[in-house]
């Protein structure tokens, strides 16, 4: 279950980062198309190509962030589980007691 849930994850997290910087390119490319057409903008400002590039390279960084968080998640899970195996192993060691001694001829 918990790998069928790691891969949804990834698969939305990759979905929402790439379906929006598909979509802006495929509307830069239909821009550049039509650019010698004269369309009137609904939207007041124009994504040239330095926007464009900034919006990617945001999503670079978004991502980018994701992967260094899930990664320091788990050094510390792989930490917090060492030290819980050391706690055990430590109270393993404490439990097995010394077999009492025999007696002597003189305690009979």
Known sequence: MRNQVR?????????????????LLTAGV??????????????????DGFALLAILLGFGGLIAGLLRHRHRLAREAKAAA??????VEESAAAAVTKPAPLPTPSQF
């Open 7 to 23: 891969h949804l994850t990834r698969f939305t997290l990759t979905a929402a980062c790439l379906l929006p910087a598909a979509a």
């Open 30 to 47: 239909a821009a550049a198309a039509d650019a010698d057409a004269n369309v009137e903008s609904r939207v007041p400002v124009t994504l």
């Open 82 to 87: 060492a030290a819980a195996k050391a706690v």
